[in-house]
Structures are given as structure tokens and as C-alpha cells.
């Protein structure tokens, strides 16, 4: 089994900035695409960024492009999520999730694996 570890989560006032980082250990299973998504309360989770397994693809979501971006380090097996200029609406709690292919996308159902969250609380 892959074990993903999310880490990095806050509280930041507006404006400000947070790194998330998603550790992965147990087995690794070669080329696998990540992304995170993110879940404020009472509403479902939604796609937030995605990176493929070399990095050439990156996609981000609407609400978030121009400020998060979205990197991988594959030799230490670590996802990061760099958030600027954070936003209230921001507010959730993130996951990262990894999947059995080397393709990036953004959608839910499409992860094979997921983290436990860390949660990111922007005030304004």
C-alpha cells in the first residue's frame, strides 16, 4: 500500500503564504500522477492542482491558478503545493492523492490513493 502524509497546514491571515508538502512511503509504484484537492465544510471536495509524473503537465483549477503552483521531487518521493496571496475562500482542509498512471487530471474519481489532510485556515 502507498502511505501519502500531508503536512504544512495553517492558520495564515490574507494574503499570506503556506507550503503544503505530501509525503509518500510503502510501496512505490513507479510512474504515478499526483494532485491535491481540497474540502471546506460542508461541501464537496474539489480539485485544486495536479501534476504529472515528470512534470511537463500541470493543471490548476480556476480559483487557484496565477497564485498556487504545484511541484513534485520524485527522488524524495514529496508533493508540494506552494499557496499565495491565500484567499478566505481558500479555507479548507487539502489533500494530496496519487494515481496509478503517470497522466495528470483532475478529476476525484481518477486517484487511487489518499492522504488524511491538513487543514488551511486563511482569516481576513
Known amino acids: 500500500q502507498v502511505q501519502l502524509v500531508e503536512s504544512g497546514g495553517g492558520l495564515v491571515q490574507a494574503g499570506g503564504s503556506l507550503r503544503l508538502s505530501c509525503a509518500a512511503s510503502?510501496?512505490?509504484?513507479?510512474?504515478?500522477?499526483m494532485g491535491w484537492f481540497r474540502q471546506a465544510p460542508g461541501k464537496a471536495r474539489e480539485f485544486v492542482a495536479s501534476?504529472?509524473?515528470?512534470?511537463?503537465?500541470?493543471y490548476y483549477a480556476d480559483s487557484v491558478q496565477g497564485r498556487f503552483t504545484i511541484s513534485r521531487d520524485n527522488a524524495k518521493n514529496t508533493l508540494y503545493l506552494q499557496m499565495n496571496s491565500l484567499k478566505p475562500e481558500d479555507t479548507a482542509v487539502y489533500y494530496c492523492?496519487?494515481?496509478?498512471?503517470?497522466?495528470?487530471?483532475?478529476?476525484?474519481?481518477?486517484?487511487?490513493?489518499w492522504g488524511q489532510g491538513t487543514q488551511v485556515t486563511v482569516s481576513s
Open positions: 501534476i504529472s509524473w515528470v512534470g511537463g503537465s500541470r
Open positions: 510503502g510501496r512505490t509504484f513507479g510512474n504515478y500522477a
Open positions: 492523492a496519487a494515481r496509478r498512471s503517470p497522466v495528470a487530471v483532475t478529476i476525484e474519481r481518477d486517484y487511487d490513493y
